[in-house]
Nanobody
Framework: QVQVEESGGGLVQAGGSLQLSCVAS????????MGWYRRVPGKQRELVGS??????IMYGESVKGRFTISRDNENSLSLQMKSLKPEDTAVYYC?????WGQGTQVTVSS
């Protein structure tokens, strides 16, 4: 069993920045990739960014150049978000080894 917990969401004005954090626990996770996804009510979950166990990073098209993902250690993942737009408003989820957190709400006001 793996526990995944996100933090750092909140309300920010358009053009602002926010950093999300994810901490996972329960077993060694070095061999697994980690990722951030987001979901807007009524829409499918969307990839924000992911990093493989070997450090290969990929981003969703809508966040490229604005968001930066980093894996601080085998158990934690960060997401630095800059130049935020109202369309970035969503619940952001962290995932590792098939487990998901409860999500953290990010709201960007115009």
């Amino acid at each position: 069993q793996v526990q995944v917990e996100e933090s750092g969401g909140g309300l920010v004005q358009a053009g602002g920045s926010l950093q999300l954090s994810c901490v996972a626990s329960g077993r060694p996770l070095r061999e697994y990739g980690m990722g951030w996804y987001r979901r807007v009510p009524g829409k499918q979950r969307e990839l924000v960014g992911s990093i493989t166990s070997s450090g290969v990073i990929m981003y969703g098209e809508s966040v490229k150049g604005r968001f930066t993902i980093s894996r601080d250690n085998e158990n934690s993942l960060s997401l630095q978000m800059k130049s935020l737009k109202p369309e970035d408003t969503a619940v952001y989820y962290c995932t590792v080894a098939g487990y998901w957190g409860q999500g953290t709400q990010v709201t960007v006001s115009s």
